[in-house]
């Protein structure tokens, strides 16, 4: 069974349309074609990326809790010291509170 297909009209600046139209004639395809990969492929990496964020966030996640576990056990009196060493690097490296 076909998909259904959707006409759409999108409005480019000048350089945008002269980059794509230079790029549609360098891999001989049309523009209307060119158009339709770039979205395939930002569709897919969108998919890759979150993905790879949603990894990121688990290992983050695992060696935070696994670091908190060990500190409480074995390093208890450290740990007021280490959370406010976080909160100072974190505003002064990624400007966050």
Known sequence: ?????IQRSVRFEADQIARLDAIAADQKRSFADLLR???????????????SQLRL????EYAQAALDTIILEQHPEHRE????????????YHAAR
């Open 57 to 60: 966030a688990r290992v983050t």
């Open 37 to 51: 990969l770039v979205i395939v492929e930002y569709l897919e990496g969108h998919r890759a990326q979150s993905d």
């Open 1 to 5: 069974m076909n998909k259904p297909i």
């Open 81 to 92: 010291k280490i959370v406010a060493e976080t909160a100072r690097r974190m505003e002064r």
